[in-house]
């Protein structure tokens, strides 16, 4: 079937060059046929020339249907380059005479017929898989996204039709983008919408920022049209603009948007050609750094992790994404100090990211001892290890909780951070990475709320007043990476989450973007303050100070207080004792000694 319509659209071409030469003749000589049949030869030589042309050029290698204006070039370069080698020809061949304004007259007509041809095959092609007619769409954002999405809509006019865009660039709105009306600005959106009937507004804006979408969303009836976005900037990195990016709006869209700027050169040159060790590599935090990670041509990355599951997930997209990359698999325990040591002194990592912790709030108040075990005794491994083998940098994942700690998870966080910053200068740099909530990261709220929305709710908030930090995970893995290049030898590095958010305002946000109204159609209820939960979060103690770094979103921390290294590492001996006792009153009590600021549930048990 291919075969016949390539032999269809060549003996069309010839056609088309023929009658074009035919033409040609009777606009210079009219109706004198004696003069014509003079000069006929001289057409059927032209056309005999475009007919090797055509072929050599290709005319016949593209599929018509989804062409686009590089293709329509081809033609009009294999016209020029029959009418140049049919110039050559009589230049050369005296016996037959082609008038130079027949040529040039042929030269043109097929050149115009034959691009002609090729639109009106496309349209028909196109119009032959039904009309558009069952979804009318408008997009948000005339510009080189948006222009893609209408170009992927022309080549599949069964999937919608595009009626209009939206902008507010002066310069764009009241005329046409491909023949299709631009109107704004943006905040008239549904008043648009609704005078031309449409049914899904597709936002077009891969840069957008979080103040940006909540500006379009405001002024959009989420219960009337349906709603979907591009990924941002960073995930569509640069890849072509394609229907198969577009997906239903979320609260990520309105709460992890920024965009971050990188030294990827440095970080590259940092990372380049190291052997990399991520423990907890198959977590939402591990697994986002060992995806950038994987861009940096490291010489090896080893994925080490507790669940084989997880690892076995982030190696298989490794492999898919990053053929090349060299791996290493580690199930292990990174408590365990025997199978730890071994591997270390294996594999003998250049630089390791620490991310591997039990991190649920109330699981850990409910499990000390094994919160203990993980995070401290698991770091304290990690930390000696690193030493001994001679890693080069070290860098520990923390967390906000781990200020004024009111959770087991979030003390053993900031007992965490003790240990490394008293640990003395030597081979190996040390540098802490404080933050917030994630997006998107195993059994947060965001993924929580999604599950009750979807079952027709409640969604349940612990209290009205609950507010947490929010960052996307690739913008928290960016800014980890971004620190390393500030690292002196032992640093407390926090980043800029930005301004708390209500949970009651992040939930019935999430249930307006599911096409619902907040307490009516999906009721919001109130469950108490779970045991460790703080209203609100914070960044830093009182006694510590932040400093600029060259890098707006992150910051480093000098403490004014510090314990001496000494007391730090009594303190530890003591916990080990009383976790070896399995004595969990005896273990918290150490622990509320060292950092005093705690402030426990009084259930707390094991």
Known sequence: MVNVRKL??????TGLTLFSGVVALFARFGFNFQEMF????????????????????????????????????????????????????FYFYRDVVLPRSVGFATFLGSMILIVLSRITWQWLTLNRKGRPTEKRIMIVGAGDAGVSILEEFEKHPHLGKVVAFMDDSPR??????????????????????????????????????????????ENIDLKRVR??????????????????????????????????????????????????????????????????IS???????????????????????????????????????VASENLMELWMAKLKPDIVFHVAAHKHVPLMEENPLEAFRVNILGTINLVELSKRVRVKHFVFISTDKAVNPTSVMGLTKRISEL??????????????????????????????FKRQIEKGGPVT???????????????AVSLILQSILYSSGKDLFILDMGEQISIVKLAETMIMLSGFVPHQDIKIVYT?????????????????KKEPTLHPKIFRVKPDLFPSGETIHRAVLSMKQAFERKDTKALLSEMIKLVPEAKLNAGVSD
């Open 8 to 13: 269809l659209l060549f003996f069309l071409d």
């Open 38 to 89: 003079r000069y006929d030869e001289s057409v059927f030589v032209y056309t005999l020339i475009s007919m090797v042309v055509y072929v050599l050029n290709g005319n016949y290698s593209v599929v018509w249907e989804y062409a686009n204006a590089r293709d329509f070039l081809l033609l009009i370069r294999g016209s020029t380059v029959s009418y140049i080698s049919t110039l050559a020809f």
């Open 172 to 217: 764009k709105v009241g005329r046409r983008v491909r023949g299709i009306p631009v109107f704004g600005p943006i905040d008239k959106t549904m008043e648009y919408a609704e005078k031309l009937g449409v049914d899904e507004i597709i936002v077009a804006i891969p840069s957008a920022t979080r103040q940006q979408m909540e500006r379009i969303l």
């Open 227 to 292: 709603v979907k976005t591009l990924p941002s900037i960073r995930e569509l990195m640069e890849e072509r603009v394609r229907l198969s990016h577009l997906k239903e709006i979320s609260i990520e869209d309105l709460l992890g948007r920024e965009e971050i700027r990188i030294d990827v050169r440095g970080i590259e040159n940092l990372l380049k050609g190291k052997r990399i060790l991520v423990t907890g590599a198959g977590g939402s935090i591990g697994s986002e750094l060992c995806k950038q």
């Open 295 to 333: 861009k940096m041509n490291p010489e090896e990355l080893i994925l080490l992790g507790h669940g084989e599951n997880s690892i076995y997930l982030i190696d298989e997209f490794l492999s898919e994404n990053f053929p090349n990359l060299k791996k290493k698999r580690v199930i292990v325990d």
């Open 419 to 448: 240990y490394i910053m008293a640990q003395d200068a030597g081979e190996t740099k040390f540098s802490i990475v404080r933050f917030g909530n994630v997006l998107g990261s195993r059994g947060s709220v965001v993924e929580k």
């Open 461 to 475: 908030v612990t209290d009205p007043r609950m507010k947490r930090y929010f960052m996307s995970i690739p913008e």
């Open 528 to 544: 108490g303050v779970r045991p460790g939960e703080k209203m609100c979060e914070e960044l830093t103690y009182p006694y510590e």
